[in-house]
């Protein structure tokens, strides 16, 4: 039941009210004020014109019996549902005009900080479940598993999304390539940490890590910003379409050989080290889903 409250109460109800909808919808039967005093934990003085708000809001009704006694019976689940799902469908619809008219031009591209797992997840989700035309993500199994729905919702919508997995994905969703070239435990090593990489739509991206049990992150809407990080996944996934083309053992022989491309791999392990080093935001927080 203190889910079900919590949950009435994200959605506008008080504690109060929810503690006692949630009672006459446990109930089975219509109930008295003292009842639902009694079997919700709503004190006695305030049960009253807690119902009386719940009778206002149309999420509850009175029964008046012949000897002028009141008891009170809940709108059914499904209806106040579909009921609070029409009203915030309408709010959304009314924001979506009237937020863009107030809003003041900004003084500069939105940049801000994530400073744990959680708020880097919950930022991921934003970008997302926002975007419209296109999207990009390079990803390990780990964030994939957290953001594998909102990107399939992101397909379903039409948007064409091109993602980079670290690994076998059990369940591909877009356009989905695993990259193998180098092996994801090779990347790891020589990074020292697992990236994550969304673009939303070419106008927002997060950037963000994982090294050990700590995260840091940031999220920007600034043009060059976004078009590095875009530019990033196409080029890694342009990368593996040439090892598929002309051979994993090729490009591995040249990878391997060639002086140049060992000159840009030097410094292995060296980005997790210079965030160790540096603190990073709140690097030292645990990693929490």
Do not use: C
């Not at 009253?48 to 149309?58: D, M, Q, R, S």
């Amino acid at each position: 039941m203190r889910d079900v409250v919590e949950q009435l109460q994200r959605l506008g109800m008080s504690g109060y009210e929810a503690k006692a909808y949630a009672t006459l919808v446990g109930a089975g039967k219509p109930l008295n004020g003292y009842e639902v005093a009694k079997r919700s934990g709503v004190p006695r003085s305030t049960v009253y014109e807690t119902l009386g708000k719940l009778v206002a809001k149309g999420a509850a009704y009175e029964l008046r019996g012949s000897d002028d006694a009141t008891d009170y019976l809940p709108l059914p689940p499904r209806s106040l549902l579909e009921r609070m799902r029409r009203e915030f469908d309408d709010s959304i619809e009314s924001l979506e005009s009237s937020l863009p008219r107030i809003m003041a031009p900004p003084e500069a591209h939105l940049t801000h900080n994530l400073k744990d797992a959680r708020a880097l997840l919950t930022r991921a989700e934003d970008v997302v479940a926002g975007s419209h035309t296109d999207l990009f993500l390079s990803i390990w199994p780990q964030e994939m598993e957290r953001l594998s729905p909102l990107t399939k919702l992101a397909v379903e919508r039409g948007v064409d999304t091109s993602v980079m997995h670290f690994g076998p994905a059990p369940d591909p969703v877009g356009h989905l390539y695993e990259h193998r070239f180098p092996p994801p435990a090779v990347a790891l090593e020589h990074l020292g940490y697992r990236l994550l990489v969304i673009v939303g739509d070419r106008r927002e991206t997060l950037i963000g890590g994982f090294v050990d049990d700590s995260a840091w992150g940031v999220y920007t809407e600034d043009p060059a910003v976004v078009l590095m990080a875009a530019e990033y996944i196409r080029n890694d996934i342009a990368m593996e379409i040439i090892a598929d083309r002309i051979g994993h053992d090729s490009l591995r022989e040249i990878w391997a050989g060639d002086p140049e491309l060992k000159r840009l791999r030097a410094g292995h392990g060296r980005p997790a080290a210079l965030l160790r080093a540096v603190g990073g935001p709140d690097l030292n927080q645990p990693l929490t889903y």
